[in-house]
């Protein structure tokens, strides 16, 4: 099995907080390290981080540059491969643009969330990453907002653990969700 070329995508707006209010997130450190090793770890061509905060923008760019063209590449190359993935964008929009441009495709938009019951299953989205360019997307803060939803995308269904319990960080989520989707061995 062959999946065309795959990106994943982490949106900090529009996502929700726990009260279901719409609000923009931070940017955070080890989410983009964390992701952009399993990204470069399962083949994916890109790691699209959204946010529409200048400041959250220039930080990105900060840490980047020194994990690519700075020291930090020096010292650990592999990090530097993983971070290399890496583009910010102010909107989801821009992301679809973007990767539409890459791959020269109609991209194929899987949303990811928790608390999602209605979802697709890993194998019938694998099945679906075979057909064309496929972004996965992931929201932080507590999900994605309700607009992503009305879009017709097809919906993952959630990471489950054995009690109910389900609240993994979004780089725990990403990390498993890519290994059931483009790991050598699949479910």
């Known amino acids: 099995m062959s999946l065309q070329p795959l990106a994943a995508v982490l949106v900090h707006t529009p996502v929700v907080d726990r009260r279901g209010d719409r609000v923009t997130t931070a940017v955070t450190n080890l989410d983009l390290h964390d992701i952009a090793r399993s990204?470069?770890?399962y083949g994916l061509k890109r790691f699209y981080v959204v946010?529409?905060?200048?400041?959250?923008?220039?930080l990105v760019g900060k840490l980047l540059g020194h994990w690519t063209e700075g020291s930090g590449a020096e010292y650990n190359p592999s990090r530097q491969q993983?971070?290399?993935?890496?583009?910010?964008?102010?909107?989801f929009d821009e992301v679809l643009d973007d990767w539409?441009?890459?791959?020269?495709?109609?991209?194929?938009?899987?949303?990811?969330?928790?608390?999602?019951?209605?979802?697709?299953?890993?194998?019938?989205?694998r099945r679906q990453l075979q057909q064309g360019p496929g972004l996965l997307v992931f929201g932080t803060g507590w999900g994605l907002a309700p607009e992503f939803f009305s879009n017709d995308w097809q919906v993952l269904e959630p990471v489950l653990g054995v009690d109910g319990y389900n609240h993994?960080?979004?780089?725990?989520?990403?990390?498993?969700?890519?290994d059931r989707l483009a790991g050598r061995f699949g479910l």
């Open 100 to 125: 539409r441009n890459m791959t020269g495709a109609e991209p194929l938009p899987i949303l990811t969330g928790a608390s999602r019951e209605d979802g697709i299953s890993f194998a019938e989205c």
């Open 51 to 58: 946010t529409p905060v200048v400041e959250q923008q220039r």
């Open 82 to 91: 993983a971070l290399e993935l890496i583009r910010v964008f102010s909107s």
């Open 168 to 178: 993994l960080s979004v780089r725990a989520a990403a990390a498993i969700i890519l």
């Open 39 to 41: 990204a470069r770890t």
